[in-house]
């Protein structure tokens, strides 16, 4: 079969595609075609072996020294189902599946246990729109409903509303029936279509002198803003950081024991329920994906290095398989060709 393999670490030009061995499975596995896949940040860091911080020695502990220890790049996927271990019993061949996996998503095939974060595809979306849908949607899912317990009428201020998590989480807080201002330098308007009722280019103005109070404060950008946030939150606000750091976990046990004003975090862990949880979010039309650029599978190479170029705006699928795509819904993806 066709993959994207890589032999180093580096940038995107390491990514060349060879023909390696169709996955086998075992009694608990799906053998699934991949028809889309979409590179995500954090396929950027495995392949570029960019470990933040003293993540670094952990990170190449576990996935390779000196060198990649799995080849095939891609942890989000969409295709169909086309053979069935011998003690599955949740899917059968030619089900439309999507979710996450450890490895190998940009590949012709994947193999993949059918307890871990898989689930059949929601109907009218495509591939690429159902490739697309985990990484955003999973991680605002754990860190508004479950992290931050967002409240109908709770006011949920989004940084980072225009980039691949934000877009999702805007529209899961809408959702959860909060009232829902987003931070951003660009794309105010599609900011706004998404579910934000109001946006703050945070090129202008700086959400934390503006003199608004905030129940919830979901901070997708890379640093942690718990300090200057605190005065923009409510009493009882939470401040939830995506990316995780020896300092603002100080302040989560800080926080936890006098009370007030929280300062979270959390790791979203793809599995079973989470993804099916995004299913029944996405079928409801509360979630719905926004594509930046399609690349074929040949030109996957590309495709990390327009991730890498910062100017994407929405997810990067690679399309393994054109064939035999679903047609798209009435609240399917908003498709931006860059």
Do not use: W
Request: net charge positive.
């Amino acid at each position: 079969m066709r993959a994207a393999t890589h032999e180093t670490y580096g940038t995107p030009d390491v990514l060349t595609l060879s023909e390696v061995p169709r996955p086998t499975i075992g009694d608990h596995e799906l053998l699934v075609e991949v028809r889309a896949s979409v590179v995500t940040h954090g396929d950027r860091r495995l392949r570029a072996a960019d470990f933040p911080g003293v993540g670094v020695v952990v990170g190449r502990l576990m996935f390779g020294l000196f060198r990649p220890r799995h080849r095939v790049p891609g942890t989000m996927f969409a295709g169909r189902v086309v053979a069935v271990g011998k003690a599955v019993t949740r899917f059968a061949a030619g089900d439309d599946v999507f979710g996450s996996c450890d490895r190998g998503a940009q590949a012709e095939y994947l193999a993949v246990r059918a307890d871990k974060a898989v689930a059949r595809m929601p109907e009218g979306l495509d591939y690429a729109e159902a490739a697309a849908l985990p990484y955003g949607a999973g991680t605002a899912v754990v860190f508004l409903r479950d992290l931050a317990k967002v409240q109908p009428g709770e006011r949920v201020l989004i940084v980072g509303a225009s980039g691949g998590v934000g877009r999702l989480a805007v529209q899961l807080a809408h959702h959860l029936g909060a009232e829902v201002t987003g931070v951003c330098s660009r794309d105010h308007d599609l900011v706004r279509e998404l579910g934000a009722t109001h946006v703050i280019d945070h090129t202008v103005a700086d959400y934390t002198q503006a003199g608004q109070r905030y129940d919830v404060i979901f901070d997708t950008s890379p640093k942690n803003r718990f300090c200057a946030s605190r005065k923009a939150l409510a009493p009882k606000g939470r401040y939830l950081q995506l990316h995780m750091s020896t300092g603002l976990l100080f302040m989560m046990a800080m926080t936890a024991l006098f009370g007030g004003r929280r300062a979270l975090t959390g790791v979203a862990l793809g599995n079973r329920k989470l993804v099916e949880d995004v299913r029944d979010l996405a079928a409801q039309g509360a979630l719905r994906a926004v594509i930046a650029r399609r690349y074929p599978l040949e030109r996957v190479a590309e495709a990390h290095a327009f991730l890498e170029s910062g100017r994407p705006r929405g997810s990067v699928v690679v399309d393994v398989a054109r064939a035999a795509e679903r047609p798209l819904s009435a609240q399917g993806a908003i498709l931006q060709v860059a």
